[in-house]
């Protein structure tokens, strides 16, 4: 019987835009926050917006934010009795769920082990496989290059070489000929260890023209587990997302389904537990759908899926960590209209997209109604040289997709910054294409159409 575990209290283990938005959420459920801010945050948007701040190491990430044991002892001397560790840093990392666990701490997220296990990308195959779910042909671990060579040949080039720990593209390169396999598979090795601390591998055939779809899971400790529909996340540069929507404007109502009940039977194989996304791989020549690997966390793309549902992921999050159900079921969930996310990163897509921190001179959001921006970041603002380089994000809707983009295209021209090089002209120019407009997009378009090579 699961009971409920009342706390009043959250320490968000994270920073920028996610820490802001996770402090509103626990605001609005009149919940108490605590700000876990390195000596680089102290005077960030989060440590501001907080009831309160704490202090919990030097700027960079691997003496502050992934310091399990700082983390909980700035719960414990808070008083926090609760732990939102946001995307990224120690997200999906199961040692920090665990060391809740033995603290007595509440961890708004899922169970260890779901982390662990899920975590691992060829043991999520090996779980989607058994359910019947497609899974990209590839391999189980690989760890000689003759071994490789042979799963390659089998699997025909151009190959994928992936880290079984892995995530936000490290690890993964695309091998397209036998002659270059054993250097990228060294280099994809030691990429993997050196973001992970495990360099294991495996092999998938590369699919060229894919849409990278993913679907939104929930589930709460009662059992019950819902999904939120899919977003479509293909447009991507390194394998990292730069534009997001949804729904994805490809599929047929009954691909829908088919998608959505593939991740729903995963998730509730594992008996998921919070939010959740399953990833999935849609090949557009051969009109096949393949599971990708699960994300055990919010992701940074959520608020397209809150946008057409109306349903306020986060503070589901924290409603269900603490015992509640969930507050809706699956056939309430209504989608209405089309969301379209940009990320508005300190970077300069003219200088090979090379990040550009510094002090934010002039800071003016867009505003208006269908538009929404979650942001950090106000005038006077030093972006810091430790951290991921997003500054905002900006979400319209409309009542179809071309309403959307004409509403983002609006944002993007009333979108004022200075002081630190953005990447809204970009995103200015990628709004124009005509194959954006058509949907006829894939996971390389835009480093095919729209990066010089050396910059991709």
């Not at 609760?82 to 666990?101: K, M, N, S, V």
């Not at 002659?179 to 998938?204: I, P, Q, V």
């Not at 055939?205 to 849409?211: F, G």
């Not at 599971?291 to 946008?307: A, K, S, Y």
């Amino acid at each position: 019987m699961n009971k409920k575990k009342n706390f009043s209290r959250v320490l968000i283990a994270n920073r920028g835009e996610i820490a802001v938005r996770i402090i509103r959420a626990c605001q609005e459920l009149g919940l108490e926050t605590i700000a876990a801010v390195s000596e680089a945050d102290k005077d960030s948007l989060p440590a501001r917006r907080a009831g309160r701040a704490i202090c919990i190491g030097p700027p960079q990430p691997i003496k502050s934010y992934l310091q399990v044991d700082t983390i909980i002892s700035a719960a414990l001397g808070t008083g926090a009795e609760a732990i939102h560790p946001g995307y990224g840093f120690l997200a999906e990392q199961p040692e920090l769920a665990e060391a809740c666990d033995r603290y007595g701490l509440v961890f708004i997220g899922p169970r260890p082990e779901q982390i662990r296990k899920m975590g691992d990308k060829i043991w999520a195959r090996k779980i989607a496989r058994d359910l019947g779910v497609p899974v990209i042909p590839g391999s189980e671990q690989v760890q000689k290059a003759e071994e490789a060579g042979e799963v390659a040949h089998k699997l025909g080039y151009p190959i994928l070489i992936k880290a079984a720990a892995g995530g936000g593209g490290r690890g993964m390169k695309v091998v397209r000929n036998a002659a270059d396999l054993k250097f990228f598979l060294s280099e994809a090795g030691a990429e993997a260890h050196a973001a992970f601390g495990d360099n294991r591998l495996y092999m998938e055939k590369y699919v060229a023209n894919a849409r990278h779809i993913e679907v939104q899971i929930m589930g709460d400790q009662q059992g019950n587990i819902v999904h939120l529909f899919e977003r479509d996340c293909s447009l991507q540069r390194r394998h990292q997302k730069m534009v997001e929507e949804a729904p994805c404007p490809m599929l047929t109502p009954e691909l829908r389904q088919e998608i959505c009940g593939a991740a729903l039977s995963i998730a509730r194989n594992i008996k998921y537990l919070n939010a959740g996304t399953i990833e999935f791989i849609w090949d557009q020549d051969q009109e096949i759908f393949y599971f990708l690997e699960m994300n055990t966390r919010i992701q940074v793309e959520h608020p397209v899926t809150e946008m057409i549902t109306g349903v306020d992921l986060v503070r589901e999050q924290i409603r269900v960590a603490g015992g509640e159900e969930l507050s809706f079921r699956q056939d309430e969930i209504r989608t209405e209209g089309h969301a379209i996310e940009c990320r508005i990163n300190a970077e300069s897509p003219g200088s090979g997209f090379l990040p550009c921190p510094g002090q934010i001179r002039e800071w003016r959001p867009p505003d208006g109604p269908n538009l929404r921006v979650d942001t950090h970041c106000y005038p006077g603002y030093s972006v810091p040289p430790y951290y991921d380089s997003l500054l905002a994000k900006i979400i319209s809707k409309g009542g179809n997709r071309l309403e959307a983009i004409e509403t983002m295209q609006r944002a993007l021209a009333n979108f004022h910054v200075e002081g630190v090089d953005t990447t809204i002209p970009f995103y200015q120019s990628l709004l124009k294409k005509p194959e954006y407009h058509a949907g006829a997009i894939y996971t390389g378009w835009i480093e095919n159409n729209m990066i010089s090579s050396k910059d991709a």
